[in-house]
């Protein structure tokens, strides 16, 4: 069992990834996946995100860059939280599905 | 007056970076997050002053050989100015006494205004601020060296920031119907105050283009630039490459070169950890806030909820084109008169090219063009109010002398601008 990695990104990596990463622990407690998170600006996603098990964005996203990504806007601006946080748990379950309990 | 002079002083010579763990300490636990937790969000930003002072400390002393060529020249050209970004300048404005008085009246405030249909915005994104905060105690230090008595200034600075906080609830508004249709955001607004010159240039730009024939036509696309850079990966990496062309440029020698470049990449990797200090200590309490408020609002008002352009930075044309406005920034930074080398202002471009796509519809040319121009104006004001930004940082207490000058992005502000301005008039610098 190791633990799922985790990246969060905003335009700096620094306010309001930080916001969202301290939801996002809070959420992986709850339904029990241990988790290890890292903060980075979203210029450096394309280049990293390929060393990562699930990547969560505070925008829209859509490149391709080797891990799945989650817009998660909702969990800043609290329009449609819940929708937010059920996005998350159900991203980090499959992202725990992958990889620990493949074969 | 005495006394509240008397007052005002002693909080200015402690400074933030004491009193705000307390004021957080406090506010967690008037909003009832527990009086453990509200301290340990305290300390928290205590910790996150002191790492950004070491950091910053850290920036620029790395970077001295290279300010210390420039300044050699005797001519007043070259670099003399270090970027310490929007990071350094809202450690800066966090850390003054203006921070805990400004944040609870501008959150009333803005409750007020919303209760009265003033405004339709509601700023939950208090990390951000800081934007009005540095004003606000830009324009105090201002008035002090002017010889304004500290309580006057005090007051004259504290209503400037709350002045400046209703300026950009209004514009938010005014954009609001733009930014929800082009990014596809509903219900929100982006109420920070680089958008209004953000917004305002690329406005300009793309109606002038517009009007010639033959340019609202082009048709380009950069995303082989963007694919080539994406590979060259993260800013600390960057960093590093642009310590390098620096020392080069200043004659260093191999060995300064390889401490200037591997310094300038550390603080950028170390900037955020810190940065994000502060913001996990402030991130609890702004978020019990915004809720209070809005549940105190009731159903019955139209709210937009007001962020940073954190919310539109996935915006594809913004992100395409990060990749070339990298070397064209650099490229600008040697135009006559520009004292400021980008290295914070590298990270944040992202901020800029996806802000630019609003008035340009997403189009690669109008975006480019207007994010040219915007860096172009960004890195004039930049320079050119790097005394005003480093004698508050050196008030605030983050670096130790005058003598190597500092500035940031935040520094083209409309608000900092005006109070450039006034210090001019007043004579103060």
């Known amino acids: ?103 | 007056m005495e006394v509240i002079d008397s007052i005002v002083q002693f909080v200015m010579d402690i400074g933030g970076g004491v009193f705000l763990p307390i004021i957080i300490t406090v506010m967690g636990v008037v909003f009832k997050l527990g009086f453990f937790d509200s301290m340990r969000n305290g300390l928290r930003v205590g910790a996150g002053f002191l790492g950004i002072n070491i950091v910053l400390t850290m920036l620029v002393e790395g970077i001295q050989p290279v300010i210390n060529y420039y300044s050699s020249l005797g001519d007043g050209s070259g670099f003399t100015v270090v970027d310490i970004g929007w990071e350094g300048m809202s450690a800066v404005a966090w850390s003054t006494s203006f921070a805990l008085v400004i944040v609870p009246l501008a959150m009333i405030l803005n409750y007020l205004l919303l209760k009265a249909r003033f405004t339709k915005t509601m700023d939950i994104d208090v990390w951000n601020y800081f934007h009005v905060i540095i004003g606000g105690s830009m324009l105090y230090y201002i008035l002090a060296l002017a010889g304004v008595k500290t309580g006057i200034a005090y007051a004259a600075g504290v209503i400037y920031a709350l002045g400046t906080f209703v300026v950009v609830l209004k514009w938010a508004d005014w954009i609001a119907p733009r930014w929800q249709k082009y990014y596809d955001l509903p219900g929100t607004t982006c109420c920070n105050n680089d958008t209004i010159y953000l917004w305002g240039i690329n406005f300009v730009i793309c109606k002038i283009i517009e009007k010639i024939p033959g340019l609202n036509k082009v048709n380009m696309n950069v995303s082989w630039f963007s694919d080539k850079l994406g590979a060259l990966g993260e800013s600390s990496v960057l960093t590093f490459l642009v310590g390098l062309i620096l020392s080069v440029i200043t004659r260093q020698s191999p060995s300064n070169a390889l401490s200037v470049s591997v310094t300038l990449a550390a603080a950028v990797i170390l900037m955020p950890k810190v940065v994000s200090l502060l913001m996990e200590g402030l991130s609890p309490v702004s978020r019990a806030a915004s809720k209070y408020f809005k549940s105190r609002l009731g159903e019955d008002y139209e709210i937009n909820i007001g962020m940073d352009e954190a919310l539109c930075l996935g915006d594809e044309t913004g992100i395409e084109l990060v990749g070339i406005m990298i070397p064209i920034t650099m490229i600008i930074a040697f135009l006559p008169g520009i004292s400021m080398f980008p290295i914070a202002t590298l990270g944040s471009l992202i901020y800029i090219t996806c802000a630019a796509s609003l008035f340009a519809n997403g189009d690669v040319f109008r975006n480019l063009l207007s994010s040219i121009a915007i860096v172009i104006y960004k890195s004039y004001i930049n320079s050119w109010m790097a005394p005003v930004a480093t004698m508050l940082a050196l008030q605030a207490g983050y670096i130790d002398s005058a003598a190597t000058l500092v500035s940031g992005s935040t520094t083209a502000e409309f608000n900092c601008v005006l109070v450039g301005l006034i210090g001019k008039v007043l004579h103060v610098w």
Not at chain 1, 85 to 95: G, P
């Open chain 1, 1 to 103: 069992m190791r633990k799922i990695r985790v990246l969060v990104a905003c335009g700096g990596g620094i306010a309001t990834s930080t916001f969202a990463a301290e939801e996002i622990k809070k959420i992986a407690k709850d339904i029990d996946i241990p988790i290890d998170i890292i903060k980075h600006p979203l210029a450096d996603v394309q280049a990293i995100g390929k060393e990562f098990d699930v990547c969560f964005v505070t925008s829209k996203y859509s490149r391709e860059i080797g891990c799945e990504v989650i817009s998660v806007g909702g969990l800043i601006t609290g329009l449609d939280e819940e929708g937010a946080i059920r996005k998350i748990k159900d991203a980090l379950s499959r992202a725990n599905d992958r990889v620990n309990h493949q074969g």
